[in-house]
């Protein structure tokens, strides 16, 4: 069954970086995107960008741009989200999630368990 | 501030039917299909319904969802206790260029 299993909880101080992992199991690593969304406490989910494994594409959202990277290891079927210049705001779960696309049909099929960043001094 | 608006809470009695509302704009729900998720505390979120109104297995029936011009929403019926969760809206932004989720809806089962 597909799998995604992230690293574990990350404490940073403001103004560091963190770099998440995601390994992916049961199912071909480069055939679906990988996207990045993470949930505040108590706030809802909002999508941070993509990557596509096969290609190295990635998008950002706006807000990310230039901050984050999102990068794999396909010899390890393994995607990072890595986000420089911490601040308290990015606080949050991070999860990686795998994107199906058929056609014009788009979903997130799999979760990954997430990651807690706590960023503090 | 999300570009989809969801209500911040719903609630109903076991058995009653509950619906869910994700309201949004010509850029996301009006061109693209419509995604729910379903979030248990403490939990990652859940695939729900995917391209607007269709189930992945092992969702049970009492799960629906529909969408009509820029609106988009998920029916809960035969509503148990174990429905209490957050819900999702999420699609694809022809203007962000990106993914969107709706501000979450909390389900509270009295």
């Known amino acids: 069954q597909v799998q995604l299993v992230q690293s574990g909880a990350e404490v940073k101080k403001p103004g560091a970086s963190v770099k998440v992992s995601c390994k992916a199991s049961?199912?071909?690593?480069?055939?679906?995107?990988i996207h990045w969304v993470r949930q505040a406490p108590g706030q809802g989910l909002e999508w941070v960008g993509w990557m596509d494994p096969n290609t190295d594409n990635t998008g950002y959202a706006p807000k990310f741009q230039g901050r984050v990277s999102m990068t794999r290891d396909t010899s390890i079927s393994t995607a990072y989200m890595e986000l420089s210049t911490l601040t308290a705001d990015d606080t949050a779960v991070y999860y990686c999630?795998?994107?199906?696309?058929?056609?014009?049909?788009?979903?997130?099929?799999?979760w990954g368990q997430g990651t807690l960043v706590t960023v503090s001094s | 501030q999300s570009l989809l608006t969801q209500p911040p809470s719903a609630s109903g009695t076991p058995g009653q039917t509950v619906t869910i509302s994700c309201s949004g704009s010509?850029?996301?729900?009006?061109?693209?299909?419509m995604n729910w998720y379903r979030q248990l505390p403490g939990t990652a979120p859940k695939l729900l319904i995917y391209n607007n109104n269709q189930r992945p297995s092992g969702v049970p029936d009492r799960f629906s969802g529909s969408k009509s011009g820029t609106s988009a929403s998920l029916a809960i019926s035969g509503l148990q206790s174990e429905d209490e969760a957050d819900y999702y809206c999420?699609?694809?932004?022809?203007?962000?260029?990106?993914?969107?989720f709706g501000g979450g809806t909390r389900l509270t089962v009295l």
């Open positions: 010509n850029s996301n729900i009006g061109r693209n299909t």
């Open positions: 999420a699609g694809w932004d022809d203007s962000l260029n990106g993914w969107v």
């Open positions: 049961g199912y071909t690593f480069t055939l679906y995107d």
């Open positions: 999630v795998r994107l199906v696309r058929k056609v014009i049909i788009y979903y997130f099929d799999s």
